[in-house]
Structures are given as structure tokens and as C-alpha cells.
């Protein structure tokens, strides 16, 4: 399903409605059926993105203010048992068969081996992933290879020392090359590397940031700007754009864009880097949706189904199953919560209006 520049981020979705219906997706009185998590528009979500808390130990400047977020009280939390529960429920009853772990920091979450090792033990097993800042990621990541996890996604705008803490307001950056270090060594590769370059800030050291991770076999994904955070700040005029970034990349590194078929529903357009096997992504939300393609589904820390990252409803899972609902209640609560997704998140119509969550709390 190719996504152009239609102001849901994707055009020629309407006709995938009628496709789904013919697939058995609906009954005849438009009843959402036992197939996994189907939309109206043919999209099926396979990939289930878990986030474990909203707090964070850095306060990066295009997501939180610098004294922080008012955060989750421990009773709103999904407790450990609970999350495990309700990751079963979408491997085993609903298709999914990716999981990412995400924040706020999820390596905050104190029973985050525990919780990864109960999640590779289900079957059919899930390839299950992490996305993280990398801080404390030197101590954990043995631990968290012993449980099954197959790898990690570390953010990391900059090499810079200086202008990291520009950024994250915290001097953190050894911690995390560290923690980037130990994750390789641990097996829990490959790497990916996630970075955000703002503009007067970091948007000059993309060619040096591509660099330290073609030299340390990382892999690179260059992510555009979303207007995801707290301050509701985020002003598309300021944001550097993937055809920027590519400029800027181009002559130096040759890049070419690999085999477009090969991507599939992944967020990131990948380019080779002087004809080698070294590649570098560009995940464009803003300038180049991908919605029409999206098969991701959020669970926040604190049990509400997210349909897309720009939603500004969600579905409440964790009251549910605290009521007593069992696993096929809750297997048809989340196909419910799926099934009125929209076709696009809609950033580039002027009736746009950020989500009421900023990133951390919603999870990656």
C-alpha cells in the first residue's frame, strides 16, 4: 500500500475498506471478527510497541521541559504480571509477532529482565526489541541478552559532549556510548542508533554522526521531528526535513536508495553508503508518510491501546481486565480499539491538533 501526499499522510486507502470487507474482515452487520488486529483499511498490526513507564532520567529539549512531567502514579502502572498478560494475549490470540519495549526509559522499569525473559518464553515467540537511551544499558544488556532479547535501539542525537547536554540537559554521553558498546558485545546487535537533529543545535553533525556509526558497525536511522512534545512547541518550519538531511549526506557518502519493495511496513527508507553494504535510514513521518503501510499498535504503561503515535483517543484495556474481563474480552476489547483506526495521522492538514501525551508517555 503506497503512501503519497494526501493530508491523512497517505492517498488511494478508501478502496482498502471494501478489500477488507471481501477478506472476511466485517460481517455483514460490520462486526469486527476473530482475524488478529485489522482496520477498515485492509492494515493488520503485527507489531506491538509496550511502553513501560513514562519517566525518563534525561530531559532532551524536544520532549519534556528540563523540571520534568507530572508522571504516572505506581497504581495507574500496568504491573509486571499484567503487561505480560496482555503482550500473551497479542501474541497468542491476535498475530503479533514483534514487540518493542519502550518509555518513557525502559530501563528504568526494575522488572524489565524479568518481563522480557517471560515474553521470548511464549509461543509462538515474538522478536522482541528495546528502544532506549542507553543510560545504564552497560549493566543490563548481558542480563537482558540471557532473556531472549534480540536487540536494541538507542537514541543518540550527537557525539558531542557539549552539545549533548545541550540536548538532554544531562552529561550523559559516555554512559551511553558505553551502553551502545556493551549491547554489541552482548550479542544484542545490530545496534540501531535513532537520532533527532534540531536546527542552530545539531542539524550540522549529521555527516559526523553517520561516521562514528559506519566506524562502529552501528546502525543509523536519521527520524524527522514530530510534534510530540509536552510543550506542544513543535513548529514544522524549524524542522529539518529528510531532504535536507540527505543533501547534506549525499556527496560525502554516496548514498543510493536500496530496493524500495524490500522495505515492507518498516518506517525506514535505507540508503547504501558508497555502494558497500553499510546502510543509513531516514524515517520520514512528516514530509514522507508511511501510513498507509503502518502496522503498529501502542500499549502505554498504563493499559490504554493506541491505534497510531498521533492518536488523540485511546481504549482502555487495564480497567477492563482489573474488572475481571478474561483473555477473549480483552482479545476483542483490542481488535475493537484497532478496527476504527484512521487512515493517516494527519500532520499535514491544518485542522492538525497534537495528541494530549507527549512521546514519553505514549512510548515509541
Not at 202 to 219: I, K, Q, R, S, V
Request: hydrophobic share 40%; with cysteine; glycine share 10%.
Amino acid at each position: 500500500m503506497a503512501c503519497s501526499s494526501g493530508w491523512w499522510g497517505g492517498e488511494g486507502i478508501e478502496p482498502q475498506a471494501a478489500a477488507a470487507r471481501s477478506l472476511g474482515f466485517v460481517t455483514a452487520t460490520e462486526e469486527v471478527t476473530q482475524v488478529g488486529l485489522a482496520d477498515t483499511y485492509g492494515r493488520i498490526a503485527t507489531d506491538l510497541r509496550v511502553s513501560l513507564t513514562d519517566r525518563c532520567n534525561l530531559r532532551c529539549t524536544y520532549c519534556m521541559p528540563e523540571e520534568g512531567l507530572d508522571w504516572l502514579a505506581k497504581p495507574e502502572l500496568l504491573t509486571d504480571d499484567e503487561i505480560v498478560r496482555l503482550v500473551g494475549i497479542a501474541v497468542t490470540q491476535l498475530g503479533v509477532h514483534e514487540i518493542r519495549f519502550t518509555g518513557g526509559e525502559p530501563l528504568l522499569r526494575r522488572g524489565l529482565v524479568g518481563i522480557v525473559a517471560r515474553t521470548t518464553a511464549l509461543e509462538p515467540r515474538p522478536e522482541v526489541s528495546l528502544t532506549t537511551n542507553g543510560i545504564g544499558l552497560a549493566r543490563q544488556a548481558v542480563a537482558l541478552k540471557e532473556a531472549g532479547l534480540d536487540r536494541v535501539n538507542v537514541s543518540l542525537d550527537t557525539i558531542r559532549p557539549d552539545t549533548f547536554v545541550e540536548l538532554t540537559r544531562r552529561d550523559r554521553l559516555k554512559d551511553v556510548l558505553a551502553g551502545m558498546a556493551a549491547a554489541q558485545e552482548a550479542g544484542l546487535s545490530p545496534v540501531k542508533v535513532n537520532a533527532v537533529l534540531m536546527r542552530g543545535i545539531n542539524d550540522t553533525h549529521a555527516p559526523e554522526l553517520l561516521e562514528f556509526c559506519l566506524e562502529h558497525g552501528y546502525e543509523l536511522r536519521f527520524i524527522e521531528q514530530m510534534p510530540l512534545d509536552a510543550q506542544h512547541g513543535w513548529d514544522r518550519a524549524t524542522m529539518v526535513t529528510a531532504d535536507e538531511i540527505l543533501e547534506r549526506l549525499g556527496e560525502q557518502f554516496g548514498l543510493e536508495p536500496t530496493d524500495a519493495a524490500a522495505r515492507g511496513s518498516a518506517p525506514a527508507e535505507i540508503f547504501s553508503v558508497r555502494g558497500g553494504a553499510q546502510t543509513v535510514g531516514i524515517i520520514a513521518s512528516v514530509t514522507r508518510p508511511f501510513c498507509g503501510d503502518c502496522d503498529r499498535v501502542r500499549l502505554t504503561a498504563d493499559g490504554q491501546v493506541r491505534d497510531c503515535l498521533f492518536a488523540r483517543t485511546e481504549s482502555d484495556l487495564r480497567s477492563a481486565m482489573r474488572a475481571g474481563a478474561d483473555d477473549a474480552e480483552l482479545a476483542d476489547r483490542w481488535r475493537r480499539a484497532m478496527w476504527k483506526k484512521l487512515p493517516g495521522h494527519g500532520i499535514n492538514d491544518p485542522s492538525f491538533l497534537q495528541p494530549a501525551r507527549p512521546m514519553s508517555a505514549i512510548g515509541g
